[in-house]
């Protein structure tokens, strides 16, 4: 049996129709069973990574995990996990790990990885550059607009696809080979942001307009959802994308043996979630 962390999420979700394609026995972690959509055929378990009392019963029979990433509370996971019999995990990291000095993305994955390590697990880590799913953010002013209002239109982003990250996982879960190896992963092209806006525009079949933000402007809608930290680690990394070619890396086709999905098989992939209801 292998126990899928963070199930209803982007990338949690295609490990768990991924590995179910690959006939395996699966089991979806969720903090609420009554309200997940999880497909058929998937035996779901409640239970909080953030409260690890609340995962009794959790890891019963469970050899492998993919491991969703909770800093304060994932060595306590992993002991459990381990104590129950768990050999082996693919973990949800990010590229932030690799790159000099500390910030709150890099802290935060660090310190997972660091449990793992520590934990004497085997284990594959998964760190992906940025998700094309933070595109995300525009569906709400496109669906009801047409517009996507953002700054720094010419950043150059190596967006990766949520199914290419769990491609890599599932490989990681399946395949002994990628016991020990920590693979960075990115989109298997640069582009701008202008670009993405064509995509999503060609995907939907409907004019998608781009209003330049100050970063300013940019800033204020963004501490409204997440920590002002964040907001300027992003904004800091699309001023310095502007004009640049995203380093675009050949881990996702090397791992899966298939190439990476592109900005704009993504869009197609998200269409509905751009187009207003009709
Ligand atoms: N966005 C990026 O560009 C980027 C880049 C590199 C790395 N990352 C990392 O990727 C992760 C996000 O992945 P994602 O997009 O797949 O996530 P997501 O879509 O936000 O979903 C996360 C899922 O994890 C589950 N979850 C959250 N906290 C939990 C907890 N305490 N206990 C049990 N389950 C919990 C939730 O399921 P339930 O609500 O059903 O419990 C949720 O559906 C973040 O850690 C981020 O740092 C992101």
Same mark, same amino acid.
């Given at each position: ?9 982007? &990338? ?14 699966? +089991? ?7 309200? =997940? ?11 909080? @990574? ?12 469970? $050899? ?7 800093? =304060?509370?994932?060595?306590? *996971? ?10 082996? @995990? ?18 935060? $994955?660090?310190? *997972? ?12 880590? *998964? +760190?992906?550059?940025?998700? !094309?799913?933070?595109?995300? +953010? #525009?569906?709400?002013?496109?669906? !009801?607009?047409?517009?996507? +209002? =953002? ?9 990766? $696809?949520?199914?290419?990250? !769990? ?10 080979? /990628? ?15 202008? %670009? ?9 079949? /409907?004019?998608?307009? @781009? %209003? ?5 402007? !940019?800033?204020?809608?963004? &501490? ?41 098989? #993504?869009?197609?992939? /998200? ?8």
């Amino acid at each position: 049996m292998i126990l899928v962390t963070g199930a209803t999420g982007n &990338v949690g979700g295609n490990v768990l129709r991924q590995l179910l394609d690959a006939g395996e026995r699966v +089991r979806a972690l969720t903090r609420d069973p009554g309200t =997940a959509r999880l497909p058929a055929g998937v035996e779901v378990v409640g239970g909080d @990574l953030a409260e690890p009392s609340t995962l009794a019963g959790a890891f019963d029979d469970v $050899h492998r995990m993919f491991l969703f990433p909770v800093p =304060a509370t994932a060595a306590e *996971v992993l002991e459990l996990a381990k104590g129950a019999g768990v050999e082996r @995990l693919a973990v949800l990291s990010s590229s932030a790990v690799t790159q000099p000095g500390e910030n709150f993305v890099s802290v935060m $994955h660090r310190t *997972v990885e660091d449990a793992v390590r520590r934990s004497g697990l085997a284990a594959t880590y *998964v +760190r992906p550059g940025g998700f !094309a799913t933070n595109t995300l +953010r #525009w569906a709400p002013t496109v669906r !009801a607009e047409g517009v996507v +209002r =953002a700054p720094y239109p010419d950043a150059a982003m190596d967006s990766i $696809h949520e199914a290419d990250i !769990a491609a890599v996982a599932t490989a990681a879960l399946l395949d002994d080979r /990628h016991v020990g190896a920590a693979y960075q992963l990115t989109g298997p092209g640069s582009i701008t942001q202008a %670009e993405q806006v064509e995509a999503i525009a060609a995907a939907t079949g /409907h004019p998608v307009r @781009l %209003e330049e933000l100050t970063r300013e402007q !940019a800033r204020e809608d963004m &501490v409204r959802v997440m920590p002002a930290e964040i907001a300027d680690l992003l904004l800091g990394y699309l001023a310095s994308s502007v004009g640049t070619k995203a380093e675009v890396l050949p881990t996702v086709e090397q791992v899966t043996g298939r190439p990476g999905r592109s900005y704009a098989e #993504w869009a197609r992939d /998200h269409a509905a979630d751009f187009t207003p209801a009709a």
